[in-house]
Structure formats: structure tokens, C-alpha cells
């Protein structure tokens, strides 16, 4: 499986008609991906009488892909900036 790792950045706020902090600007990176392989379970399909093999990922649903297709996302950190005072 193909992991992402991604790093968040959030600027947050409180505003009179929602007074508990909520971001409103959210920034990610990617930090790092690890790579999960060549694909382990190719899917054949048809098309005007040729038949070609692809990876599993560009078919089936997720639940259905091989683990080297799955992909996950993996917040590494999550910073939340509140800036004050009043803008320049």
C-alpha cells in the first residue's frame, strides 16, 4: 500500500457568529510517500475485441484493490496558527 505522509497547516479564528476557534485556511504538504509496488491483482478488460491488462487501482472500488494499490493518507503534524492583532 502506497502511504502518504502529509503535513497540515491550519490558520484559525473566532468570529462573532461562530465564537469557538475554526480554521479557515488549511494548507498540506506532502512530506514523504512510500511506494506500495507494482500492482498484485491486474484486471483484464475488453474493449473493441482486445483485451488489456490494467492495475486493479484504475478498475475496482478500494475495497476491492490489491494492497499494493490502496492508498493512505497519514498526517504527520498538524500546526494551527491564530494570528492576532489587526492586519497592515
Known amino acids: 500500500m502506497t502511504i502518504y505522509l502529509v503535513d497540515v497547516?491550519?490558520?484559525?479564528?473566532?468570529c462573532p457568529a461562530h465564537p469557538d476557534p475554526h480554521p479557515?485556511?488549511?494548507?498540506?504538504?506532502?512530506?514523504?510517500?512510500?511506494?506500495?509496488g507494482?500492482?498484485?491483482?491486474?484486471?483484464?478488460?475488453?474493449?473493441g475485441?482486445?483485451?488489456a491488462l490494467i492495475p486493479c487501482h484504475r478498475h475496482e472500488p478500494a475495497k476491492r484493490q490489491c494492497g499494493a494499490c490502496r492508498v493512505i493518507v497519514t498526517?504527520?503534524?498538524?500546526?494551527n496558527h491564530h494570528p492576532t492583532g489587526a492586519a497592515a
Not at 9 to 14: K, L, S
Not at 75 to 79: A, D, K, L, S, V
Request: charged share 25%; hydrophobic share 30%; proline share 8%.
Open 38 to 47: 507494482p500492482c498484485r491483482a491486474p484486471v483484464t478488460i475488453r474493449c
Open 9 to 14: 497547516e491550519q490558520v484559525i479564528h473566532t
Open 75 to 79: 498526517e504527520r503534524t498538524i500546526t
Open 49 to 51: 475485441g482486445q483485451t
Open 24 to 36: 479557515y485556511d488549511t494548507r498540506r504538504v506532502l512530506a514523504d510517500v512510500i511506494p506500495g
